[in-house]
């Protein structure tokens, strides 16, 4: 079966050019929100003809993309008896009334999204006893009366989300037997009735995140005794019955981030035997007790706490927890760990502790873990790398923002299958000779935002680095010699702000995409822009108008983007600036004028004048000048949100030195 989709116009012809195709059984039809199609109606008429003449067509979907389209259910009567899937996203049309789908009788999915239903009446959806799928998400609805789904027996997906519910209407889903998954996200709820979902004992999937609950009745689950997903985040939920969960051996799932929540009760997982997955980040949990997981702890796979206010992690909290992979404990108030704080986590691999409060971490600690790959220490105050000598297979670690003083060769000897290193922004005033020599898969190194002065000349030469950052630093001399045994496998490398740092003019930058070399010594080379690469030169320390002149004419052609804001002496002499950009067709990304002693005289309307708007023509090269003084925007013709989204505009330069653009009405100048 083949799909067809039309957007934009339609035209008879079309129609009938493509009526005769054979096996078609889905017809999309997208009206894009354009200045052009905002008066024009979709043409249901043509649509019905499609119809038809397709015996095979049973799907329409109508996306209207918010165009305020009308929409009326009696232009499908013609051919509604075909159809056994309608969507409708955002179209304008008539509230559901009683009878109002009698010709719809094969429809097993109706999807109505922001149709701007106010109501649904009792009748309205009957005749679609065939039914099983039913979504009215975000309509504005505050009249649901009783037995509105009463006729649906073979409903089992319902989904009432971003409505304006507000309250559980007494019987609402009570006739629903079949129903599998329940969805009222973002409604606006306050309560949920304890008797709700006493009618939906074949019930898997649960949702009410995004209300403003503060309770849960503590039987508003036990008659069902399939449920496997129960979500529940984003509410102001302070505590939970300690039954809640009683009778659920089915739960696999359970989400419970973003509330109040002070304490998880004794015995909420008695029966929550096969639970896989819990998250419980972004509470007010303070402490942990043993115990909590028992039931539970042969099947958790992933753990969350994050965003908690966890001092500490008692011992033998996760006793039993020997299938457990991901565990989040990140955010809280952790200053130490105790030595068997992990103990049983033999199959864990991620572990995330970042954001917290820890200064030192024992020898042992991590020895219960010998599967983990993935490390995350950062933004903590560890002054010395912990001892992972007992985790063979770590690949990932961060420990960027801490206070590390020194990467030393014992403290790196056991990480040999290391391949993410970042250790930026510590305290770190020099590095072993020899203390990466044994990462032979180190791909990703990130030292920025430290204290080295110099690098030991061999300090790379096993390593296969794709990405070095080595920013931000007081690093001196040419660095050339230190990237020499990398060339085959380096793609992105930032040396900027080490600012008498340089290199031999010998550097082979065109096998890079990805260079940074602002706010250094480096001489500018052409063949740094490769095809497609990204370059930054912001506030360069040897820079003059002739180099960069040679670099914007050899550079525009060939990369994606260029940066050579922060310049303003290099750039003074506007002339050959003009003479250079005018060669090329380009576009102009524009971030503010913070350097400048007054805007541009032509300052565009912006509502925040330092947020990035980018004009550029696919496949051709972004130039950013910012802060450069030099360059504007003329909005002539344009409306706000129009010049990103209309094609036809044109460079040109003016007598002033600052760019305009334009709508190409006859004007000069490049289009992009």
Aim: with cysteine; glycine share 4%.
């Amino acid at each position: 079966m083949l799909q067809i989709t039309l957007s934009g116009f339609f035209r008879a012809e079309l129609v009938a050019q493509l009526s005769h195709i054979q096996r078609v059984s889905t017809l999309q039809i997208d009206a894009f929100a354009s200045p052009l199609a905002l008066d024009q109606q979709l043409p249901w008429e043509m649509v019905g003809t499609m119809f038809l003449a397709m015996p095979d067509l049973t799907t329409l979907i109508a996306n209207c993309h918010q165009s305020q389209q009308q929409f009326a259910f009696s232009d499908l009567e013609a051919f509604a008896g075909h159809l056994t899937e309608l969507n409708l996203l955002y179209c304008r049309t008539e509230q559901l009334t009683s009878g109002l789908f009698r010709f719809f009788t094969n429809l097993t999915s109706l999807r109505m999204s922001g149709l701007g239903l106010e109501r649904l009446e009792k009748g309205a959806f009957d005749y679609l006893t065939k039914l099983e799928v039913l979504t009215v998400n975000s309509n504005p609805i505050v009249t649901w009366e009783a037995g509105v789904f009463d006729a649906l027996p073979r409903l089992y997906l319902l989904d009432l989300s971003r409505s304006s519910l507000g309250a559980i209407p007494q019987g609402l889903f009570t006739k629903l037997s079949a129903l599998q998954r329940l969805e009222l996200d973002s409604c606006s709820l306050t309560e949920l009735p304890a008797d709700m979902l006493v009618g939906n004992p074949a019930l898997l999937e649960f949702t009410a995140s995004g209300n403003t609950l503060t309770t849960i009745p503590e039987t508003l689950f036990s008659s069902l005794p399939l449920l496997q997903t129960l979500i529940l985040e984003d509410n102001n939920i302070v505590t939970l019955p300690p039954a809640l969960l009683h009778g659920l051996t089915a739960l696999t799932r359970l989400l419970l981030f973003e509330n109040l929540l002070t304490e998880v009760p004794d015995g909420l997982l008695r029966d929550a035997n096969a639970l896989v997955y819990m998250d419980l980040s972004n509470n007010m949990l303070a402490s942990l007790t043993p115990g909590t997981l028992a039931a539970a702890a042969a099947t958790l796979t992933s753990l969350l706490f994050n965003g908690n206010q966890l001092a500490e992690i008692p011992g033998g909290f996760f006793k039993g927890c020997t299938m457990l992979d991901q565990l989040g404990i990140a955010d809280n108030q952790l200053t130490r760990l105790a030595d068997d704080a992990f103990g049983d986590l033999e199959e864990l691999t991620m572990l995330a502790l970042q954001e917290n409060q820890l200064s030192q971490i024992g020898p042992t600690v991590f020895a219960h873990m010998p599967k983990l790959v993935d490390v995350q220490l950062n933004n903590n105050s560890l002054t010395e790398i912990p001892v992972f000598s007992a985790v063979p297979p770590l690949a990932s670690l961060s420990l960027e923002w801490n206070e590390l003083r020194s990467l030393s060769t014992a403290s790196l000897l056991a990480l040999t299958q290391l391949s993410y290193l970042n250790v930026a922004h510590n305290d770190i005033t020099a590095l072993d000779a020899a203390a990466l020599s044994h990462m032979t898969h180190l791909a990703y190194l990130a030292l920025n935002d430290n204290l080295l002065t110099q690098l030991p000349a061999q300090a790379f030469d096993n390593n296969q680095l794709g990405y070095l950052d080595l920013s931000a630093n007081n690093l001196r001399g040419d660095f050339a010699p230190l990237l020499a045994s990398s060339w085959e496998s380096l793609q992105s490398l930032n040396v900027s702000n080490n600012y008498d740092l340089t290199v031999a003019n010998t550097f082979q930058w065109q096998k890079l995409s990805i260079i940074d070399i602002s706010g250094t010594m480096v001489p500018l080379d052409p063949s740094m822009c490769a095809i497609n690469s990204t370059v930054v030169m912001r506030d360069m320390q040897n820079a003059t108008d002739d180099n960069f002149i040679d670099m914007i004419t050899h550079c525009l052609p060939k990369v994606d983007f260029l940066d050579i804001s922060l310049n303003d002496d290099a750039l003074g002499n506007a002339t050959l600036m003009r003479l250079a950009v005018s060669q090329y067709q380009v576009g102009v990304s524009f971030v503010g004028w913070e350097n400048c002693s007054s805007p541009p005289p032509h300052h565009p309307p912006f509502s925040n004048p330092t947020r990035p708007y980018t004009l550029c023509r696919k496949g051709l090269a972004c130039l950013n000048l910012l802060e450069a003084c030099l360059l504007s925007v003329e909005l002539i013709g344009l409306a706000w949100n129009g010049w990103s989204s209309r094609p036809a505009c044109c460079l040109q330069w003016d007598s002033t030195a600052y760019v305009s653009l334009s709508r190409c009405h006859g004007c000069r100048g490049y289009c992009v």
